[in-house]
């Protein structure tokens, strides 16, 4: 039988990149200095992962039946943009301007895990571009061999129904030296390079 | 009004070392793949910020009145231990087969930061050592400013009740290499150099 305290550290391992050291070292830390944060958590996380559930439109996380992007009547329906996972959905609508709405795939298609366009709800975006409103499909899927089959599908998915697809740029990061780019990177950057136009 | 992924996103950065980024991979990670480890950490989590308190012995952390090592009737009650937080108890608890017990300090004298003895329960150590069953007082505060600061008033105190106090031996680890060791570490390894006897 073990005490209260190994059993949080071990519960504090279910949390990414958290060893047996980190969970130690948090454990303690909360116990030490920060018992009403930690109160406070306990209890934020109890009621989230009971009531955050998917947006019936985009899959995103939601507390609501459609979430507030996608209820949102100043965003522009006439383009989606494709994402993996909520992170990436976040990091776009964080970095960009993008006034259209998201699609969040909850994955990548991954016919040896078992993931296909079924699990990732494909056959109700399907449907979604079917309705007409929307004209570009904005693909921002991860340049990974699997994301990139995946934007493959999305692509064919989009032109079957009369939809523009697009993809995002790939290339040179900004602020990036050509030294330190990897291979394969600089490799794709150089053979899509474009025209410097006046 | 902010979402409950924003503050449970929000609640996480009271762990040690979690930023924001860190933060939201943690709540993205629960809410997509461990729902019931979240659950459970959330349930272990509240109970344990209400339920462990302190040892009346040791300070050490515990969820009775008295912690399991200072019940137990197999330990050495000549030998006391003392070190900073209840992390270092149990490094030395797991690292070597020390039989006696401990006191764990929760901090070190700072006045600085208005923490002199009676915030470490020195007056409380002290009843303990005029109780005449400890011998040996086993300091084993960091190496640092603070930390020896805090060994040098213990060793008095352990004089006054005639206690032997002892320090932890200090100098280049095992399996480092003397090129990376730090100057201080070195020099004062050289410094306490011991003769080899036969």
Redesign the interface.
């Known amino acids: 039988m073990s005490?209260?305290?190994e059993?949080?550290i071990e519960?504090?391992r279910?949390?990414?990149?958290v060893g047996g050291k980190?969970a130690?070292?948090?454990?303690?830390?909360?116990?030490?200095r920060?018992?009403a944060?930690?109160?406070?958590?306990?209890?934020?996380?109890?009621?989230?992962?009971?009531?955050?559930g998917h947006c019936a439109r985009c899959r995103d996380?939601s507390?609501s039946e459609v979430c507030?992007v996608c209820a949102s009547a100043s965003r522009d329906v006439d383009q989606l943009c494709v994402v993996e996972?909520?992170?990436d959905r976040?990091a776009i609508e964080q970095a960009t301007g993008y006034r259209g709405l998201y699609y969040v795939l909850?994955g990548r298609l991954s016919p040896l895990d078992g993931i296909g366009p079924r699990e990732l709800g494909l056959d109700r975006l399907s449907a979604r571009l079917a309705e007409g409103e929307v004209r570009e499909l904005i693909i921002a899927t991860n340049p990974t061999v699997e994301g990139e089959a995946t934007a493959h599908y999305l692509a064919q998915l989009a032109r079957q129904q009369g939809v523009t697809p697009s993809r995002l740029a790939y290339g040179v990061p900004l602020g990036g030296e050509l030294e330190y780019v990897d291979r394969g990177t600089l490799s794709h950057s150089f053979g899509t390079r474009s025209e410097i136009r006046e």
Do not use: C, K
Not at 14 to 17: M, R, S
Not at 24 to 32: C, D, F, S, W
């Open positions: 005490t209260l305290l059993q949080l519960a504090f279910v949390l990414p990149g980190s130690q070292r948090m454990a303690y830390h909360v116990l030490e920060e018992r944060g930690g109160q406070h958590l306990a209890q934020v996380l109890a009621e989230a992962v009971v009531r955050i996380f507390e507030h996972t909520p992170a976040l909850q």
